[in-house]
C-alpha cells in the first residue's frame, strides 16, 4: 500500500443540476486536496480522503455563483469545505477498463451523508521529468440536494426551477510519495 497526494494543477471538480428541468447547468470547483492509499494489485484495501474549498465555485455566472455560495445552496461562510471520506471499495471490472465503487460519507454544509461514486482509474505511469508515478481517476455520482439541507427552488407548472438531483464527477491525479 502506497500513499498518493492529490495533485490540485490536475484536479477538479463539476456540478450539474437541471434548470427549469430542460438544461443542465454546470460549475466547476478547483483547490482541491487530499491523500489516496492505493495499491494498484488490491484496490479494495486503499482509502482516499478528499477536500475542496467551497469559494472557487465557478459555473461561468458571477450572479448564479453567489447565489450557490449564500446560504440557500453551499453556506460558504459557514462551510467553506466539501470533504468526501471513503468507507470502503469494491472493484468491479466492464470492458471500458478498472472500476470500483466507492463508499464513503460526502459532507456538505456541515452535513454529512453515505454517497457511492463510480470510479475509473488509469495508470500509474511515470512522468518524464521527474520519474515520480502518477495515477487518475474519476468519479462520478448522483446527490439529492434535499439530503443537505438546501431546499431552495420554486415549483413550476412542469417541474421545479431547479432539479434536486445533482450530478458531480470528480477528475483527480494523484503522485505517488516517495
Known amino acids: 500500500m502506497s500513499t498518493w497526494k492529490l495533485d490540485p494543477s490536475h484536479s477538479d471538480a463539476?456540478?450539474?443540476?437541471?434548470?427549469?428541468?430542460?438544461c443542465g447547468v454546470r460549475g466547476?470547483?478547483?483547490g482541491i486536496s487530499g491523500t489516496l492509499e492505493?495499491?494498484?494489485a488490491h484496490?479494495?484495501?486503499g482509502a482516499v480522503e478528499v477536500a475542496i474549498e467551497a469559494s472557487t465555485l465557478s459555473s461561468g455566472n458571477p450572479e448564479r455563483d453567489e447565489h450557490l455560495k449564500s446560504a440557500d445552496f453551499l453556506d460558504v461562510a459557514n462551510h467553506p469545505t466539501l470533504r468526501f471520506r471513503s468507507t470502503g471499495v469494491t472493484?468491479?471490472?466492464?470492458?471500458?477498463?478498472?472500476?470500483a465503487r466507492v463508499d464513503g460519507e460526502l459532507t456538505l454544509r456541515g452535513i454529512a451523508r453515505p454517497v457511492t461514486f463510480a470510479v475509473s482509474w488509469a495508470g500509474?505511469?511515470?512522468?518524464?521529468?521527474k520519474g515520480n508515478e502518477h495515477v487518475g481517476f474519476t468519479a462520478?455520482?448522483?446527490?439529492?440536494?434535499r439530503d443537505f439541507d438546501m431546499h431552495w427552488n420554486a415549483d413550476l407548472a412542469d417541474g421545479l426551477l431547479i432539479a434536486n438531483e445533482v450530478a458531480i464527477?470528480?477528475?483527480?491525479?494523484?503522485?505517488?510519495?516517495?
Open 124 to 129: 500509474p505511469v511515470k512522468d518524464p521529468w
Open 38 to 40: 492505493f495499491d494498484p
Open 28 to 30: 466547476l470547483l478547483h
Open 140 to 145: 462520478a455520482a448522483t446527490i439529492d440536494k
Open 14 to 22: 463539476e456540478f450539474c443540476a437541471r434548470h427549469l428541468m430542460i
Open 91 to 99: 472493484p468491479t471490472k466492464n470492458l471500458t477498463g478498472t472500476w
Open 43 to 45: 484496490p479494495e484495501q
Open 169 to 178: 464527477s470528480i477528475n483527480v491525479e494523484f503522485v505517488r510519495e516517495a
